[in-house]
């Protein structure tokens, strides 16, 4: 009987085992979908918008679409989408800030929209960087940079954020950060219990460590039935930032959902507030 017992345990162990082992080296497929050729401007319906090439440090040529500030004063929004997807589906989320009259520039990560190279959070940080090198080209000062995280977009934008405010030459005029996480280790640990996530996520993304360094002001958007990122990882956020900083908390709205007219209104508020027009 214990010689029974003990080889039923052996089997659960083996089982285990082979499960965290699986978790790990798939955990990439789980945490990136990129899908589909993102297209032209035109194709996603967007007027005003053009395809550039941004060049990371590591050789890759990226496209991304951007929409120049109309005038020299206004902000131009960085924006850094989720996991899935491309910025073909951020359309309308483009459009509402290019008719706010700021410059938009979509960044468009490796691996995704029919960009070369494999989706990774060195990788993202490497995109980031190679964005704020073009709009650096362009001539836009950094206090009108304001740089938009949407989900595991926020591991770039708060990674770029903290790079700019200590790096000498000027931080970001601020940063938006939509369904964010305290750290990817922190979500998958709240999903898949069961497992030792903690130790064996690679693509780690930890916001919470560094947005006090970030030196911009900061606007956190957040749906109370976020099915993804659990509600509280907005507060851990919040609590961690500097001032300035608000939290915008929307009912009823998930992870999906949340470009909402309530988080519209916010972020335009947000945004002619850090270019300090409450004209546009």
Same mark, same amino acid.
């Given at each position: 009987?214990?010689?029974?017992?003990?080889?039923? !345990?052996?089997?659960?162990?083996?089982?285990?085992?082979?499960?965290?082992?699986?978790?790990?080296?798939?955990?990439?497929?789980?945490?990136?979908?990129?899908?589909?050729? %993102?297209? /032209?401007?035109?194709?996603?319906? @967007? $007027?005003?918008?053009?395809?550039?090439? !941004?060049? /990371?440090?590591? *050789? @890759?040529?990226?496209?991304?679409?951007?929409?120049?500030?109309?005038?020299?004063?206004?902000?131009?929004?960085? @924006?850094?989408? *989720?996991?899935? *997807?491309?910025?073909?589906?951020?359309? @309308?989320?483009?459009?509402?800030?290019?008719? %706010?009259?700021?410059?938009?520039?979509?960044?468009?990560?490796?691996? =995704?929209?029919?960009?070369?190279?494999? +989706?990774?959070?060195?990788?993202? =940080?490497?995109?980031?960087?190679?964005?704020?090198?073009?709009?650096? $080209?362009?001539?836009?000062?950094?206090?009108?940079?304001?740089? =938009?995280?949407?989900?595991?977009?926020?591991?770039?934008?708060?990674?770029?954020?903290?790079?700019?405010?200590?790096?000498? $030459?000027?931080?970001?005029? *601020?940063?938006?950060?939509?369904?964010?996480?305290?750290? /990817?280790?922190?979500?998958?640990?709240?999903?898949?219990?069961?497992? +030792?996530?903690?130790?064996?996520?690679?693509?780690?993304?930890?916001? %919470?460590? $560094?947005?006090?360094?970030?030196?911009?002001?900061?606007?956190?958007?957040?749906?109370?039935?976020?099915?993804?990122?659990?509600?509280?990882?907005?507060?851990? !956020?919040?609590?961690?930032?500097?001032?300035?900083? /608000?939290?915008?908390?929307?009912?009823?709205?998930?992870?999906?959902?949340?470009?909402?007219?309530?988080?519209?209104?916010?972020?335009?508020?947000?945004?002619?507030?850090?270019?300090?027009?409450?004209?546009?």
């Amino acid at each position: 009987m214990r010689a029974r017992r003990m080889s039923w !345990l052996f089997i659960l162990v083996a089982v285990y085992a082979a499960l965290c082992a699986a978790a790990y080296l798939m955990q990439r497929s789980y945490l990136y979908f990129p899908m589909g050729v %993102a297209g /032209t401007p035109a194709d996603a319906g @967007l $007027k005003g918008f053009a395809a550039e090439a !941004l060049e /990371t440090a590591d *050789g @890759l040529r990226l496209i991304a679409w951007y929409h120049p500030p109309p005038d020299p004063s206004a902000a131009v929004v960085v @924006l850094f989408h *989720g996991n899935a *997807g491309s910025i073909a589906d951020r359309a @309308l989320k483009a459009e509402a800030l290019a008719q %706010a009259r700021f410059g938009v520039l979509l960044v468009e990560y490796r691996g =995704y929209g029919g960009n070369p190279g494999a +989706p990774s959070e060195a990788g993202f =940080y490497a995109d980031a960087r190679a964005a704020a090198a073009f709009l650096a $080209k362009q001539g836009i000062a950094r206090r009108r940079w304001v740089l =938009y995280g949407e989900s595991v977009g926020s591991g770039p934008a708060v990674q770029l954020a903290r790079e700019l405010a200590t790096d000498g $030459k000027g931080a970001a005029g *601020g940063v938006i950060l939509e369904a964010a996480f305290a750290s /990817t280790a922190a979500v998958a640990a709240a999903h898949y219990w069961f497992l +030792p996530v903690r130790l064996i996520v690679r693509d780690r993304y930890e916001n %919470a460590e $560094k947005i006090d360094a970030i030196g911009a002001a900061v606007l956190i958007l957040q749906g109370a039935r976020d099915e993804i990122v659990p509600a509280d990882h907005a507060q851990r !956020l919040f609590a961690r930032a500097r001032e300035p900083k /608000t939290l915008v908390i929307v009912p009823n709205l998930g992870h999906n959902d949340l470009w909402s007219e309530a988080a519209i209104a916010a972020v335009l508020k947000f945004v002619r507030g850090v270019s300090g027009d409450s004209s546009r």
